[in-house]
Structure formats: structure tokens, C-alpha cells
């Protein structure tokens, strides 16, 4: 009799534990892992249950050590690093909600100097529930954003017509500016290059096997760092590329002015846009 009463409280405490753990992983009642704020960051202390501690671990499936080296240390590194990763992402996206995952990783980058993936970004996003204002809006077809500069070189002729003059009159005062696409047999290769109008020379190229915002900056900067130019006129066209807020910081930073073409227009950049032909 002694021993049925102590296997009908064992079996009890069991199956107060299932309650208590479908209770807890149920969706309606499943905890925040993380929060956006520090004082919320770490989880609320367990209240005592009256179950002992090896009954729970028995039919939880869980060894001794590991509870108590959780007991020891309940929040683990990593989950204290996705934490005040996703603080640094709200103060963020609370500056400019347009910016998404991978806009988001370059400010990582730029503002708080912290180098990581944009997978790793896009999982935190979706932890904390953050999107961009306009990741659904979607644009017509044949149609480009907005230009954040004007069309500096463009000129009306004496019949109306705009046209374009790439002139100047001395060195560093208008630089072309554009990305071309190269097929290899290892893949495509894209190129940026920066072309000097006064000298017709190539001052500055990068390469890489991802036409994105950083492959524009890096033929930049490398045009920059040897000469050191102020107000220059930089003329591109209306990629996405050009027009990333990464990029125009680089620009304003630099004292160097942007001028940018209509949409679709090759003939508005026709001079650097015959480079890439010589390139292959």
C-alpha cells in the first residue's frame, strides 16, 4: 500500500509537470525571448512548484549538469548578443523606418562598427517583429525611385531638346560614374569604375561577384584617397546602388556633388557607358 501511494505521487508530480510545460509552451501563454529594452531582457523567476528537481529532469528529458550550469548562467552569450543587437536595430529603423535587413547591416556597420551577416540580421528582424514602412509597396514596371540629385550637365539646346555635355576644364571637376556587368566562367563579375572627363582616365575602380552599394563606395573612396577633391560634379545614373543613403553619405561626406540622369536614359551617361565595352 505504501508503495502504490508513492507511485500515484509520483505519477501526480508528473503530470502536474506536462500541465506545466504544455501551459508554458502553449502560443498563447509562450514567453518573449527578447525585448527591446534591457530592463525586460531577462526572463522572470520561476515561482516554486513543489516538484522535485529530478522527477522534472527525468521527464523532461534533461541531464543534472545541464540544469544546473543553466542555473548558473540562464541567459547564454549569444542570446545577450541577439539582444543588444536588436536594441541597435530599433534605435535605427526609429531614425529612418524605411531601411530594411540589409540597409540595417550597413548601418550596423557604418554607425556602431559591428560586422555581421545579413542572414543573421534578418533572423533578428523577424524575432523582434521589425519591417521597413515600405517593404510591400512595389514599384510599376520600366519605373525607377526618385533621384536624389539633379541632372547637372544637361542643357537645353535652341530647339528644345535636352542634351548633355560632358566637358571641363580642368582636372577632378566632373567624374562619370557607373557599374558594368561581366560574364566569366567562374560567374558574373561586376565592375564600378570612376572616369576623369578632363583626362578621359580611369581614377578610381573596385570589382565584386554582388552589384550592391558597397562595390559603388569602394571605387569611390578609391578615387578619393589619392587626390582629395571638393566639389566635384559625380555623374551616375539611377541604380539602386547610387541612390542608397550609404552612398550619398559617402558623397555629402567628401564635399563632392551628385548629379544624376533621367530614368532609363543611357544616352543621359553615353560616355561612361561606352567603357564597358573596352573592359571586355
Known amino acids: 500500500m505504501r508503495e502504490a501511494s508513492e ?3 509520483l505519477l501526480e508530480q508528473e ?3 506536462l500541465r506545466r510545460a504544455a501551459a508554458s509552451l502553449s502560443e498563447a ?3 518573449e525571448k527578447y525585448s527591446s529594452r534591457s530592463s525586460e531582457r531577462w526572463p522572470r523567476p520561476v515561482p516554486r512548484s513543489g516538484v522535485r528537481v529530478a522527477v522534472a529532469l527525468r521527464i523532461l528529458g534533461l541531464s543534472r549538469q545541464d540544469y544546473h550550469q543553466w542555473l548558473a548562467d540562464p541567459v547564454s552569450q549569444r542570446d545577450f548578443d ?5 536594441d541597435k536595430l530599433y534605435d535605427i529603423q526609429a531614425d529612418d523606418p524605411t531601411l ?3 540597409f540595417l547591416t550597413d548601418e550596423l556597420d557604418l554607425q556602431h562598427g559591428i560586422h555581421v551577416g545579413e542572414n543573421r540580421v534578418h533572423r533578428l528582424c523577424r524575432v523582434a517583429v521589425t519591417t521597413a514602412s515600405h517593404h510591400k509597396k512595389r514599384s510599376k514596371a520600366g519605373s525607377t525611385g526618385a533621384a536624389p540629385h539633379d541632372d547637372l550637365l544637361a542643357v537645353v539646346d535652341e530647339h528644345g531638346v535636352i542634351r548633355h555635355e560632358f566637358l571641363a576644364d580642368g ?3 566632373v567624374w562619370l560614374w557607373d557599374i558594368s556587368e561581366h560574364p566569366t ?8 569604375a570612376i572616369k576623369d572627363v578632363w583626362s578621359n582616365r580611369i581614377v578610381g575602380y573596385s570589382m565584386a561577384i554582388r552589384m550592391k552599394s558597397s562595390l559603388a563606395g569602394a ?3 578609391n578615387a578619393i584617397a589619392p587626390r582629395g577633391p571638393i566639389g566635384t560634379v559625380c555623374r551616375c545614373d539611377r541604380g539602386d546602388q547610387f541612390r542608397a543613403k550609404r552612398t550619398q553619405r559617402l558623397l555629402a561626406n567628401n564635399g563632392l556633388i551628385g548629379s544624376m540622369g533621367r530614368s532609363y536614359g543611357a544616352g543621359d551617361n553615353a560616355t561612361m557607358e561606352s567603357f564597358s565595352p573596352c573592359c571586355r
Open 219 to 221: 571605387a569611390m573612396r
Open 100 to 102: 530594411g535587413y540589409r
Open 29 to 31: 501563454n509562450r514567453p
Open 82 to 86: 541577439d539582444a543588444c543587437l536588436i
Open 7 to 9: 507511485r500515484i505521487r
Open 185 to 192: 566562367r567562374e560567374g558574373k563579375l561586376y565592375i564600378s
Open 15 to 17: 503530470n502536474g509537470v
Open 171 to 173: 582636372a577632378n571637376r
